[in-house]
């Protein structure tokens, strides 16, 4: 109990930067320090792009680490601070000339994403290093869910009540990414101190050839990275336009709080319960459903009248179900497919497993982000106006619902011949431990 209060810690830690800027960067940027819609679009494809390599990077770099702390632990000790000091930059743009407001914005979300990195694929690994049991594996990724869900609803009772009063919001965000300094610290610090990286290792830096042979041969990393491109584009296409969708399409920004906060706390809800449903359905089949009931959401979003705001609220929250299901599911197949990778050339590789993992899922984030600004741009959407034109409104019903949707169901389909089932998982670790065992005795 306690590694999964200290998993879930180090995912609360991360989501003070991560989420914070995928929630209202794109309003801040829009809205605050005055950069276009289509320009600020470019930024989030272009530094999530730079990202997900920044990700390589790192997977590369842990996979070579070897110290007394182990192998990911240390990272999350000298890089966090780091990462919580550049998202307070990120939210300062000067009062500069839009050539190098924009310029400055480039540098800083990209020195932010490259910090993320270097904290976030150790912490991700982590998890296929502190256990090999497929349902252990679950409850943490379901305690980094809460993690995240935690920090997601923090920000949307602290930061959304201050979007109604754009003038001074700038000022706020400074003393709120500041405060996330501390915060943030001091939760890196009890994952740091509370995990343990048990599973063993037949050796301790793996190669680039050996990191590269691995990923080649584990089809079942190939499939899920694919699926999640898909599924992170809707995510992040709904979690970038929902403050829009509160303050344009339902007329009161306040609401982005009853859009966001049910989600979040349906993920509390369901988290303690995946694992019931993995040992019941299975990983695959719930991650299935869990699509299903989001593409409903996203529909259900599109369609739904303006006047009566509380069907439009009652579809988010079938997103944040179906979002939630998937989004835990996501982490404890990604540490899966490690032991698969392991078993076929028997190279562990966490590092760049999970390197290649959230590579993609940048690539997703950047694609999520940059279409849902694109859309909205594409339909006329006026920064700081008080109304926009009905095409305007539109483009934010899309961005909400049509571009989730069909992501979503495209993620569905992959992961319907999805190979590596519980019952195989079993079967491939017991062969990978009789191997090391051979390898200990000769």
């Given at each position: 109990m306690r590694q999964l209060f200290g998993y879930?810690?180090?995912d609360a830690g991360n989501n003070l930067a991560f989420s914070m800027s995928s929630m209202f960067l794109l309003l801040y940027y829009t809205d605050i320090a005055g950069i276009p819609a289509a320009a600020a679009g470019t930024i989030f494809l272009v530094v999530r792009i730079w990202d997900g390599f920044a990700d390589l990077a790192a997977g590369r770099l842990v996979d070579r680490t070897s110290?007394?702390?182990?192998?990911?632990r240390p990272w999350l000790l000298?890089?966090?601070v780091p990462l919580l000091l550049l998202s307070v930059a990120t939210f300062a743009v000067p009062d500069w000339p839009m050539t190098a407001k924009i310029v400055y914005a480039y540098l800083t979300y990209a020195a932010m994403g490259t910090a993320y990195s270097l904290v976030n694929i150790p912490f991700g690994s982590l998890a296929a290093a502190m256990t090999q049991d497929p349902v252990e594996r679950t409850k943490l990724a379901s305690a980094r869910g809460m993690?995240?869900?935690?920090?997601?609803?923090?920000?949307?009772?602290?930061?959304s009540p201050q979007i109604k009063d754009s003038q001074n919001l700038q000022r706020s965000l400074l003393l709120t990414t500041l405060a996330f300094v501390v915060v943030g610290?001091?939760?890196?610090?009890?994952?740091?101190?509370?995990?343990?990286?048990?599973?063993?290792?037949?050796?301790?830096?793996?190669?680039?050839?050996d990191s590269m042979r691995t990923?080649?041969?584990n089809k079942p990393l190939m499939m899920l990275c694919v699926s999640s491109l898909f599924f992170l584009t809707a995510m992040f296409s709904i979690q970038t336009i929902g403050v829009y969708y509160a303050r344009d399409v339902l007329g009161n920004p306040s609401l982005y709080i009853a859009i966001s906060a049910p989600q979040l706390v349906l993920m509390f809800v369901l988290a303690p319960l995946v694992p019931k449903l993995v040992r019941r359905f299975g990983k695959v089949?719930?991650?299935?459903?869990?699509?299903?009931?989001?593409?409903?959401?996203a529909l259900g979003v599109l369609f739904a009248p303006a006047s009566v705001p509380f069907v439009s609220l009652g579809f988010f929250v079938l997103i944040g179900a179906g979002t939630g299901l998937v989004n835990t599911l996501m982490w404890?197949?990604?540490?899966?497919?490690?032991?698969?990778?392991?078993?076929?050339?028997?190279?562990?590789?966490?590092?760049?497993?999970?390197?290649?993992?959230?590579?993609?899922?940048?690539?997703?984030?950047?694609?999520g982000g940059a279409a849902a600004a694109y859309t909205i741009a594409l339909a006329g959407y006026a920064g700081g106006a008080r109304v926009q034109s009905d095409g305007a409104l539109w483009g934010i019903r899309a961005a909400a619902g049509l571009v989730p949707a069909a992501c979503t169901v495209i993620a569905v389909v992959i992961m319907i011949g999805y190979p590596l089932t519980e019952k195989r998982l079993r079967e491939i670790t017991a062969e990978v431990v009789r191997r090391r065992n051979q390898l200990v005795e000769s």
């Open positions: 879930a810690a180090g110290s007394r702390f182990g192998k990911f000298y890089a966090s993690g995240a869900a935690a920090t997601m609803l923090m920000l949307t009772f602290v930061v610290a001091a939760l890196y610090l009890f994952t740091f101190v509370t995990a343990r990286e048990t599973v063993p290792r037949a050796v301790a830096k793996v190669g680039f050839k990923l080649r041969r089949p719930s991650y299935v459903a869990g699509g299903v009931v989001m593409v409903v959401g404890s197949l990604e540490a899966d497919t490690v032991d698969y990778g392991e078993w076929k050339t028997g190279a562990r590789t966490e590092g760049t497993t999970y390197a290649v993992f959230s590579f993609v899922r940048k690539i997703g984030q950047a694609l």
